[in-house]
């Protein structure tokens, strides 16, 4: 059994040829502050689901940012045709990725269930 299959490598290949357009060839303004996550191919590696992540986790700098990879959509497609060399080009689906906020938040509940363990456990004493 192989470790990785197709589908994972080729996600792996459009992350960091995606990664590497946003830092060195697309200069609209919204997606200045954007880092990709992740990618998730489908089995037959017609569609690519593209999570980003902005340095502001403001709704307003995410929409902003859906709407500058709506208009580089094109751009980054027919970039990434050339460069990767697929026989098929997938549709890319972009998506703003919650799982760093949701691990933010976790932290805090923890931190919050922490000291207030602690403060429960000195009153007593």
């Known amino acids: 059994m192989?470790?990785?299959?197709?589908?994972e490598r080729v996600s792996g290949l459009i992350q960091e040829a995606v990664s590497n357009l946003l830092k060195q060839s697309i200069k609209?303004?919204?997606l200045q502050s954007v880092s990709?996550?992740?990618?998730?191919?489908?089995?037959?590696?017609?569609l690519a689901r593209?999570?980003?992540v902005t340095s502001s986790a403001d709704e307003t700098s995410r929409e902003e940012a859906a709407a500058g990879f709506k208009k580089?959509?094109?751009?980054i497609k027919y970039t990434l045709a050339?460069?990767?060399n697929l026989r098929y080009m997938p549709e890319f689906?972009?998506?703003y990725d919650e799982s760093i906020e949701y691990g933010f938040h976790m932290d805090r509940?923890?931190?919050?269930?922490?000291?207030e363990h602690s403060t429960d456990n000195q009153s007593t004493d």
Do not use: C, S
Not at 2 to 7: D, E, Q, S, T
Not at 72 to 75: N, Q, T
Not at 109 to 115: C, D, M, P, S, T
């Open 82 to 84: 050339q460069e990767l």
């Open 93 to 95: 689906q972009f998506f």
């Open 109 to 115: 509940v923890i931190e919050r269930l922490k000291n």
């Open 36 to 46: 990709i996550t992740g990618v998730d191919m489908t089995r037959d590696l017609k």
């Open 28 to 30: 609209d303004p919204r």
């Open 50 to 52: 593209i999570y980003f």
């Open 2 to 7: 192989k470790p990785f299959n197709r589908a």
């Open 72 to 75: 580089a959509h094109g751009f």
